[in-house]
């Protein structure tokens, strides 16, 4: 299999082993469609690395149920069967986190993404997954719901080893500026432009 190779040399005292462990915080922004897609990819990845793996989906209405979420639950249905892969946690805040029942998303959704995000950061300190992918978490930063240095101060002190892909578009500069690898989507044709509707099977 190739190996990525960096013509950076950090002097930061770490062997090529240490560099490959170290967490990475990634961001997919942009007006482009694919930002959910590409993270879902890599939590594919993750999960054939026998990782932990977490979704939290911070806007998606729990009417709009996607194929990732399917199969990433076949998946982790499939390693509590046979071992294969990685455990999978899937939450999604339209149709209420599944640890709390004290309001209802759609009537309160600030709260519920500021009770979101509590979850997640209590998750990240007890190194609860090995993979974590905040989809759409950039909106509630965007709408100030949640205190984007406090996000930025908690990714940055994670324990261990803790992988996080966060997508959205208008990702906060400080955000972007925290990550390690961050990736802009950019819209160069897009068949909603056309009059098109979303399609089964390409949107979701």
Do not use: C
């Amino acid at each position: 299999m190739p190996r990525a190779r960096s013509g950076a040399q950090p002097d930061d005292g770490l062997s090529t082993r240490q560099r490959r462990l170290r967490p990475v915080l990634m961001v997919n922004t942009g007006e482009g469609k694919g930002k959910t897609t590409a993270a879902m990819g890599t939590a594919l990845r993750a999960w054939h690395q026998g990782w932990s793996v977490g979704v939290y989906q911070f806007v998606k209405s729990g009417r709009w149920h996607v194929g990732e979420q399917d199969a990433l639950q076949a998946l982790g249905d499939l390693h509590e069967r046979t071992g294969a892969g990685g455990p999978v946690t899937w939450e999604t805040m339209g149709t209420g986190w599944s640890w709390t029942k004290a309001f209802r998303a759609e009537e309160n959704p600030a709260e519920a993404a500021r009770e979101g995000w509590r979850h997640v950061r209590e998750l990240l300190e007890r190194q609860a997954h090995d993979f974590y992918l905040l989809d759409e978490f950039t909106y509630p930063l965007d709408w100030g719901w949640i205190d984007v240095d406090e996000v930025v101060e908690v990714l940055a002190r994670r324990p261990g080893t803790q992988q996080v892909v966060i997508t959205g578009r208008r990702a906060p500069e400080a955000l972007v500026e925290a990550a390690d690898l961050v990736t802009g989507m950019t819209k160069i044709k897009h068949p909603f432009d056309a009059g098109q509707r979303g399609q089964a099977g390409i949107e979701w």
